[in-house]
C-alpha cells in the first residue's frame, strides 16, 4: 500500500507538541487516552492525525467518509466500497482491511489494500471536521460523506465493543464516560455537531446520513451516496446487489469477517455483533436514557439535529 505520502509521512509535517505536553485521562479503567485540539484519542493517533491534517493534499476526486466510533462505519464502509468499485471485494477481507482509517493505520496488522491508491481516492476517518486537512476542507469538489447515529445506541455499541476488546466495564460507568466526552474520539455530541453544522453550511460538499435513516430506507439512501459522490447507480437491481453485499447477516457470516484480526487486538468478528436501532432500550435504565437525552437537547436539538 503506497500510503505514506496520505498519513506517515512526517518529513514535512507541522512541528509536534511531546505527548506529555498534552492533557491525558484515564478511559475504561484501562489505558490513559490524550486531549489534542478539544477531543479525546489513543495516544498512538495524535501524531499520524497531526501529519495526515499538515501533509495531506487533497484531489478534487477525493472521497472521504467520516464517523466517529458505533456510528456504523463499517456498513458506509461496505456500501462505498460496492458503490465506487462495483467488484465484490467485501468477500476477500474485512471491510476496514480495503478501506483503512487514515490515522489509525499503524494498528494494523498485515499490510493493507487501500480503496486510497485508486482514482476516485476513497478514505475513512473518526477524526472530528476541525482538524481535518484544510487541503479537504476548500477543495471545490472533494466530497465528505459522515455517518450519525442515536447517541444512546452508540454508546451501547461503544460499551460492547470496549468490554470486549479491553475489559469489562460497568455500565453506569460507561455512561458517565460518555457523558462527560472523556471517550475515544469525545465529546460525541461536538463530534457530530461539527459536520451537522458544516453540512448544513455547505450541502453539496458533506452528505450527512442518520444510521436510523439508512436503516429505514436503505435503497433511497444508498442511491443518494452513490448521486453525491459521483457514481449515480443505474437501476433497482443494482441498488439490491449492492444492498446485499453489504447486508449485516452476509457480512457477520462471511468467514473472513468470523476470524482474524485486521488491527492490533481487535478481532474483526467484534465489528458485527446487532446492528439494530434501539437496541439501547435493553441496557439503559430511565436515568441514564434521560441524562443521554438531556445532552442531545442541548448540544443537538438546539442546532436542529434531531437523532
Given at each position: 500500500?503506497?500510503?505514506?505520502?496520505?498519513?506517515?509521512?512526517?518529513?514535512?509535517?507541522?512541528?509536534?507538541?511531546?505527548?506529555?505536553?498534552?492533557?491525558?485521562?484515564?478511559?475504561?479503567?484501562?489505558?490513559?487516552?490524550?486531549?489534542w485540539e478539544g477531543f479525546w484519542f489513543d495516544p498512538g493517533l495524535v501524531k499520524p492525525a497531526m501529519t495526515f491534517r499538515s501533509t495531506f493534499t487533497a484531489r478534487n476526486d477525493d472521497v472521504l467518509l467520516a464517523s466517529t466510533?458505533?456510528?456504523?462505519?463499517?456498513?458506509?464502509?461496505?456500501?462505498?466500497?460496492?458503490?465506487?468499485?462495483?467488484?465484490?471485494?467485501?468477500?476477500?477481507?474485512?471491510?476496514?482491511?480495503?478501506?483503512?482509517?487514515?490515522?489509525?493505520?499503524?494498528?494494523?496488522?498485515?499490510?493493507?489494500?487501500?480503496?486510497?491508491?485508486?482514482?476516485?481516492?476513497?478514505?475513512?476517518?473518526?477524526?472530528?471536521?476541525?482538524?481535518?486537512?484544510?487541503?479537504?476542507?476548500?477543495?471545490?469538489?472533494?466530497?465528505?460523506?459522515?455517518?450519525?447515529?442515536?447517541?444512546?445506541?452508540?454508546?451501547?455499541?461503544?460499551?460492547?465493543?470496549?468490554?470486549?476488546?479491553?475489559?469489562?466495564?460497568?455500565?453506569?460507568?460507561?455512561?458517565?464516560?460518555?457523558?462527560?466526552?472523556?471517550?475515544?474520539?469525545?465529546?460525541?455530541?461536538?463530534?457530530?455537531?461539527?459536520?451537522?453544522?458544516?453540512?448544513?453550511?455547505?450541502p453539496e460538499k458533506i452528505l450527512f446520513l442518520k444510521y436510523e435513516e439508512l436503516k429505514n430506507d436503505p435503497k433511497s439512501l444508498v442511491s443518494k451516496i452513490a448521486e453525491f459522490v459521483g457514481k449515480p447507480i443505474g437501476s433497482?437491481?443494482?441498488?439490491?446487489?449492492?444492498?446485499?453485499?453489504?447486508?449485516?447477516?452476509?457480512?457477520?457470516?462471511?468467514?473472513?469477517?468470523?476470524?482474524?484480526?485486521?488491527?492490533?487486538?481487535?478481532?474483526?468478528?467484534?465489528?458485527?455483533?446487532?446492528?439494530?436501532?434501539?437496541?439501547?432500550?435493553?441496557?439503559?435504565?430511565?436515568?441514564?436514557?434521560?441524562?443521554?437525552?438531556?445532552?442531545?437537547?442541548?448540544?443537538?436539538?438546539?442546532?436542529?439535529?434531531?437523532?
Open positions: 500500500m503506497e500510503n505514506s505520502n496520505l498519513i506517515t509521512s512526517s518529513s514535512q509535517s507541522e512541528k509536534h507538541e511531546e505527548d506529555d505536553e498534552l492533557p491525558k485521562a484515564r478511559f475504561w479503567d484501562a489505558m490513559d487516552i490524550t486531549y466510533m458505533k456510528t456504523g462505519t463499517t456498513w458506509l464502509k461496505s456500501l462505498a466500497l460496492c458503490i465506487l468499485r462495483n467488484d465484490d471485494v467485501l468477500a476477500t477481507d474485512n471491510p476496514h482491511f480495503h478501506l483503512p482509517t487514515v490515522e489509525g493505520v499503524a494498528y494494523s496488522t498485515k499490510p493493507l489494500l487501500a480503496a486510497a491508491t485508486a482514482a476516485p481516492r476513497l478514505l475513512h476517518t473518526h477524526l472530528p471536521y476541525s482538524v481535518l486537512p484544510d487541503s479537504l476542507k476548500t477543495s471545490p469538489a472533494a466530497k465528505i460523506v459522515y455517518i450519525a447515529r442515536n447517541p444512546k445506541d452508540t454508546l451501547i455499541s461503544m460499551w460492547h465493543f470496549f468490554n470486549s476488546i479491553l475489559r469489562p466495564f460497568p455500565l453506569e460507568a460507561a455512561v458517565d464516560c460518555f457523558c462527560s466526552g472523556v471517550h475515544h474520539y469525545g465529546p460525541f455530541f461536538d463530534h457530530v455537531a461539527e459536520y451537522w453544522i458544516e453540512s448544513r453550511n455547505r433497482e437491481d443494482e441498488v439490491e446487489k449492492i444492498l446485499w453485499k453489504c447486508s449485516f447477516e452476509r457480512l457477520k457470516n462471511l468467514e473472513v469477517n468470523k476470524n482474524g484480526s485486521v488491527l492490533v487486538n481487535v478481532p474483526n468478528k467484534s465489528f458485527f455483533r446487532k446492528g439494530e436501532v434501539g437496541d439501547w432500550k435493553n441496557y439503559l435504565t430511565p436515568e441514564m436514557a434521560e441524562r443521554i437525552d438531556q445532552l442531545s437537547r442541548d448540544r443537538h436539538e438546539a442546532i436542529g439535529l434531531f437523532l
